[in-house]
Nanobody, 123 residues
Framework: VQLQASGGGLVQAGASLRLSCAAS????????VGWFRQAPGKEREFAAT????????HYADSVKGRFIISRDNAKNTVYLQMNSLKPEGTAAYYC?????????????????WGQGTLVTVSS
């Protein structure tokens, strides 16, 4: 499966953005999907994950209550709605997928990665 992330941009603190991760190549409804982010000079970190059906989601503590991950399997797309953005949220955001039933926060579990989409949050 090939993944294409989009929706990044420059916003002010407190604003919202919605990222999209579009999949192609194989049926997407057998893949769990995660969003990860990597700030300049830092390691890539987990942000959110959703199960193949959308029935299970998990978030990093740093985004819980502000970010919402969802998916539309009919459109082969996963979304990350980001609200109340903070300057420390400035990063390249990556979507990733692995074929499986559950969810995972672990980068090594993910076998397919999209290119990053850059989110810049100004103070």
């Amino acid at each position: 499966v090939q993944l294409q992330a989009s929706g990044g941009g420059l916003v002010q603190a407190g604003a919202s953005l919605r990222l999209s991760c579009a999949a192609s190549g194989r049926p997407f409804n057998t893949y769990a999907v995660g969003w990860f982010r990597q700030a300049p000079g830092k390691e890539r970190e987990f942000a959110a994950t959703i199960s193949y059906s959308g029935g299970s989601t998990h978030y990093a503590d740093s985004v819980k209550g502000r970010f919402i991950i969802s998916r539309d399997n009919a459109k082969n797309t996963v979304y990350l709605q980001m609200n109340s953005l903070k300057p420390e949220g400035t990063a390249a955001y990556y979507c990733a997928a692995y074929r499986g039933w559950g969810t995972s926060r672990v980068i090594a579990e993910y076998t397919h990665w999209g290119q990053g989409t850059l989110v810049t949050v100004s103070s």
